[in-house]
């Protein structure tokens, strides 16, 4: 089945303990993306891959990284996670960049920094 | 930059149709997106216009007028089930892949 799988799916943590946040995509599909969504705000992304080794921050990069080491693979990386990083993100990955390629979403994860 | 506005929720009953506008800013962009996602779900894809015009997919229809910065998504024969939240969204061209999303409307269908 294809599908976009995110790990965890709910974490709770404190302040500054280092978080990964899986994401990995079994269509072969180029682009990757990180979004996080909060009340009133819809979906803000946070970095964006265009493929492997090419990533590029997205509207709310700060406080976060990415690496895209393998096509299949995007991991979330917070190194040093604070309160206002608690939120719903979402992992996409859509076939290429194309204006009108579908992105194809993970179920979410939703996290909580205490 | 760029800036996608919509209304923050609609309600209509069953069978009715409501049109959800997004109003956008912007220097440039490849097309417009649109968006579902139920409570708590992961937003699924509905449809896409690249040109000026209405695409139409069963019941949900999206239209696009570049010339007038808007499009629409038109839900027909609404139903129970399209309770959620739809979010237009586009591609700039002057950060090839970024994608940037309205804040959402969400529509509440009453029996």
């Known amino acids: 089945e294809a599908q976009v799988t995110q790990n965890p799916r709910y974490l709770i943590t404190v302040t500054g303990k280092k978080l990964t946040v899986t994401c990995s995509q079994n269509?072969?599909?180029?682009?990757m993306s990180w979004y996080r969504q909060d009340p009133g705000l819809g979906l803000r992304q946070i970095y964006y891959s265009m493929n492997v080794e090419v990533t590029d921050k997205g509207d709310v990069p700060e406080g976060y990284k990415v690496s895209r080491k393998e096509k299949r693979n995007f991991p979330l990386i917070l190194e040093s996670p604070s309160p206002n990083q608690t939120s719903l993100y979402f992992c996409?990955?859509?076939?290429?960049?194309?204006?009108?390629?579908?992105?194809?979403f993970g179920d979410g994860t939703r996290l909580s920094i205490l | 930059g760029q800036s996608l506005e919509q209304p923050s929720e609609v309600t209509a009953v069953e069978g009715a149709i409501v049109q959800i506008n997004c109003t956008y800013q912007t220097s440039g962009f490849y097309g417009l997106s649109w968006y579902q996602q139920h409570d708590g779900g992961a937003p699924t894809f509905l449809s896409y216009n690249a040109l000026d015009g209405l695409e139409e997919t069963g019941r949900f229809s999206s239209f696009l007028s570049r010339s007038d910065s808007y499009g629409y998504l038109l839900l027909q024969e609404l139903q129970m089930k399209d309770s959620a939240s739809y979010f237009c969204?586009?591609?700039?061209?002057?950060?090839?892949?970024?994608?940037?999303f309205g804040a959402g409307t969400q529509v509440v269908v009453t029996p």
């Open positions: 269509m072969n599909h180029e682009y």
């Open positions: 969204a586009v591609r700039q061209t002057d950060s090839w892949g970024k994608l940037q």
């Open positions: 996409a990955s859509s076939l290429s960049s194309q204006g009108g390629q579908p992105q194809h």
